[in-house]
Nanobody
Framework: QVQLVESGGGLVQPGGSLRLSCAAS????????MGWYRQAPGKERELVAVITSGGVTNYAASVKGRFTISRDNAKNTVYLQMNSLKPEDTAVYYC??????????????WGQGTQVTVSS
């Protein structure tokens, strides 16, 4: 059974940084395009970053230049380094399958997500 476990969220001031992690189990992690999604209160879920099995990345315009996605296939883990955080980055962040062109992928079961709050 596929399990995705996100961690690393928290409360941070504007301009600060956080590093999110997502550990996957129950899948051959290395073959999948993985992405980080986020959902703010009252808004639809959006895909903000993707990484292919070979490490090619793609970002939404709203986070490009500030967020960096990476993966460690040996640890079945995908990361999201978030710098220069803004209040509008506040959301619950999830990882899941994605497409390399920043479209939603056929999703595995969603994890619980990790809350990121950017506020002074």
């Amino acid at each position: 059974q596929v399990q995705l476990v996100e961690s690393g969220g928290g409360l941070v001031q504007p301009g600060g940084s956080l590093r999110l992690s997502c550990a996957a189990s129950g899948i051959i992690f290395s073959i999948f395009v993985m992405g980080w999604y986020r959902q703010a209160p009252g808004k639809e879920r959006e895909l903000v970053a993707v990484i292919t099995s070979g490490g090619v990345t793609n970002y939404a315009a709203s986070v490009k230049g500030r967020f960096t996605i990476s993966r460690d296939n040996a640890k079945n883990t995908v990361y999201l380094q978030m710098n220069s955080l803004k209040p509008e980055d506040t959301a619950v962040y999830y990882c899941n399958r994605a497409r390399a062109n920043l479209e939603f992928g056929p999703a595995f079961s969603w994890g619980q997500g990790t809350q990121v709050t950017v506020s002074s």
